[in-house]
């Protein structure tokens, strides 16, 4: 996240066209995560978009079809080391939620389920922030068909022009 921070810092900085108030940060899966992040680690941005990204580690653990990729990238289970998981996680930084937040998740995603999008809609519904829930029946990791695509799309922008007026 200091990375993405930091490269939104240095283009305000270097290409005056760029409105450093009115930003917004977004992504999916992994992008997805690190937009749940960003809820939890800075008020910089104005608004926040997230397809398909974890709330915890745990959960994701638990409900993934990549648990011995977790394991291996945290060194271990998470009862081995619950705080080193929780220091990853968006959720442990619920009580710090502020920024509207536009989510989005596929149904029958087994990468990231739907779980942790739900979770993060709960959190940020419990921390009276703005935020809108898109889920998608019949889509998995990625949203794959046309017209989901270009639902999914109005509603990003019309996500952006609400809070980047």
């Keep these: 996240a200091d990375d993405i921070n930091d490269a939104a810092d240095e283009a305000i900085k270097r290409f005056p ?3 450093g108030t009115r930003q917004c940060a977004g992504g999916a899966s992994y992008g ?5 992040w960003l809820e939890g680690t800075t008020t910089r941005y104005k608004c926040l978009v997230s397809h398909a990204g974890l709330a915890t580690l745990d959960m994701q653990w638990g409900t993934s079809d990549e648990i011995f990729h977790r394991e291996v990238m945290m060194g271990g289970p998470f009862w081995a080391d619950p705080a080193k998981w929780n220091a990853q996680s968006p959720l442990a930084k619920a009580g710090s939620f502020k920024t509207p937040m536009l989510l989005s998740v596929g149904e029958l995603d087994y990468r990231v389920p739907h779980g942790n999008t739900l979770t993060m809609y709960a959190a940020l519904q419990r921390m009276d922030v703005p935020a809108r829930l898109l889920v998608w029946p019949d889509e998995n990791h990625w949203i794959l068909k046309a017209e989901n695509s270009r639902v ?3 509603e990003v922008r019309a996500w952006l022009e609400r809070y980047l007026k």
């Design 17 to 19: 066209f760029i409105d």
């Design 32 to 36: 997805g995560h690190l937009a749940n």
């Design 152 to 154: 999914f799309y109005r």
